[in-house]
């Protein structure tokens, strides 16, 4: 999962919202699924992959905002 940064420079209040909507609606597919049919209509709900890959932006985001953001460098030996 590759971090975009797409929430940099919000707020750790909205940060700290938008996270709580996020975990809710992963509890939210997590109980009822992606896709769920009512009266013979089809709905479906955000994908997971995606809010998963959201919420690990908004995660890293208030890491950032906190100073607890980590960071990995790999070396490369050879040719």
């Known amino acids: 999962m590759a971090l975009t940064g797409r929430f940099y420079g919000l707020t750790s209040a909205q940060l700290t919202t938008l ?4 975990v ?3 509890s939210a597919i997590a109980v009822a699924g992606q896709s769920y049919t009512i009266a013979g209509r089809q709905f479906n709900r955000a994908n997971l992959a995606e809010v998963s ?3 690990g932006d908004i995660n890293d985001a208030l890491a950032r905002l906190n100073g607890t953001r980590t960071t990995q460098t ?3 030996f050879g040719s």
């Open 24 to 26: 809710d609606c992963l």
């Open 53 to 55: 890959q959201t919420l």
């Open 74 to 76: 790999f070396g490369r």
């Open 19 to 22: 996270q709580g909507q996020y």
